[in-house]
C-alpha cells in the first residue's frame, strides 16, 4: 500500500508541477483580443459586471472571490466563457468561479481524506481548471452547432437581402421561418433585439462575433462592416463568402478523410490484431500442447 500511494503521489507531484506551470502562464499572459472586447463591452454598455456586487469590506467569501478575481485576472476570462456559452442564468460569471474556488478545494481533501495526507494539497490547481475544460467542451459543442447551418444562414441572407430588404431585417425574416431555431439562429436574434434596444448595429455585430468566439462570424460581421463603410453590394460578398467557406468544409472533409486510414492504424495494431492471431494460432498451440507435436 506505501509502494502505490508513494507512486500515486510521484505522479500527482508530476502533473501538478505541470497545471502550477500553465496556471502561472495565464497569470502573466496579457489578455486576449475577446478578453479585452469583454471588459469594454462591460465598461461602455448598459450592462453591470456579474462582480460589481462584491463587496471589498463585505463578508470572507466576498474577500477571497475580490482576491481571485485581482490575482488570476479572472473576471474578462469568465465573463467571455459566460457570453460563449450563450448567457445562461445559471451559472453566472459569479457562479462560475464560486464552482471553480469549490473544485480547487473540494479535489484535495477528497483525496487528502482517502489517502490519510496532506500531500493532495498539490491538486488543488487541478481543480480549479477542471471547471474551465468542462464549460470549453460546452463552448464547442455549441459553435460546432453555430457552424452547421451557418453556411445556408448566409445564403439566405443573401438572397432576402437581393429582394430589396435592409439586411438587419432580412436577418430577422430568417430567424422568424425557422420552425426550429439552432444556437446561430438564437445569436442573431439577440442581436437584433439589442439593436431595437438602442444599440449601434456596428457594436451588436462586433457583440454577436465575440459571443460566438468563431472566426467565421468575425469574418461575417467584417464583410456586413465593411460593406456599410464603403458601400459596396453585400450581395455579392455574402454570396463570395458562402461559397469560400463550402470551399473550406469541403477541403476539411477531405483532409480529416485522408487521415481516417492513419488513425484506425492504432486501434487495429491493438484490438483487431491481436484478435485475429489468438483465432489463427491458438488451435495449432492447443494441438501442440495437448498431443505433443503439430498436426499437418
Known amino acids: 500500500m506505501d509502494t502505490k500511494l508513494s507512486l500515486f503521489l510521484t505522479v500527482l507531484v508530476f502533473i501538478s508541477s505541470g497545471v502550477v506551470f500553465h496556471v502561472l502562464q495565464l497569470l502573466f499572459t496579457p489578455p486576449k483580443k475577446d478578453e479585452a472586447s469583454v471588459t469594454e463591452m462591460v465598461q461602455s454598455s448598459k450592462e453591470t459586471s456579474a462582480f460589481a456586487k462584491l463587496d471589498p469590506e463585505g463578508n470572507l467569501l466576498d474577500r477571497i472571490d475580490l482576491f481571485m478575481l485581482k490575482t488570476f485576472n479572472l473576471g474578462p476570462k469568465l465573463e467571455l466563457l459566460h457570453l460563449m456559452l450563450g448567457s445562461p442564468e445559471k451559472p453566472n460569471p459569479l457562479d ?156 476539411k472533409a477531405e483532409k480529416l478523410a485522408a487521415q481516417a486510414a492513419t488513425k484506425m492504424l492504432i486501434p487495429m495494431f491493438f484490438f483487431i490484431f491481436p484478435t485475429v492471431f489468438i483465432l489463427m494460432l491458438s488451435p495449432l498451440i492447443w494441438d501442440l500442447f495437448a498431443g505433443g507435436g503439430m498436426k499437418l
Not at 180 to 204: F, H, M, P, S, W
Open 96 to 251: 462560475m468561479l464560486h464552482i471553480k474556488e469549490a473544485a480547487a478545494l473540494g479535489l484535495p481533501v477528497f483525496f487528502g481524506m482517502v489517502f490519510h495526507s496532506a500531500t493532495p494539497i498539490i491538486l488543488a490547481p487541478i481543480g480549479f481548471i477542471i471547471p474551465d475544460m468542462l464549460w470549453k467542451s460546452k463552448i464547442k459543442q455549441r459553435q460546432e452547432e453555430i457552424l452547421g447551418n451557418f453556411s445556408s444562414f448566409v445564403d439566405l441572407a443573401a438572397l432576402t437581402i437581393e429582394s430589396g430588404l435592409d439586411y438587419m431585417t432580412a436577418f430577422d425574416r430568417i430567424t422568424k421561418i425557422v420552425s426550429k431555431k439552432t444556437a446561430l439562429e438564437l445569436e442573431i436574434e439577440k442581436t437584433i433585439n439589442e439593436v431595437q434596444l438602442g444599440y449601434g448595429r456596428r457594436d451588436a455585430l462586433q457583440r454577436l462575433a465575440v459571443r460566438s468566439g468563431l472566426q467565421e462570424l468575425r469574418s461575417f460581421v467584417g464583410l456586413i462592416i465593411q460593406s456599410d463603410e464603403l458601400g459596396t453590394s453585400l450581395v455579392e460578398l455574402l454570396r463570395n463568402f458562402s461559397a469560400d467557406m463550402r470551399f473550406r468544409r469541403l477541403n
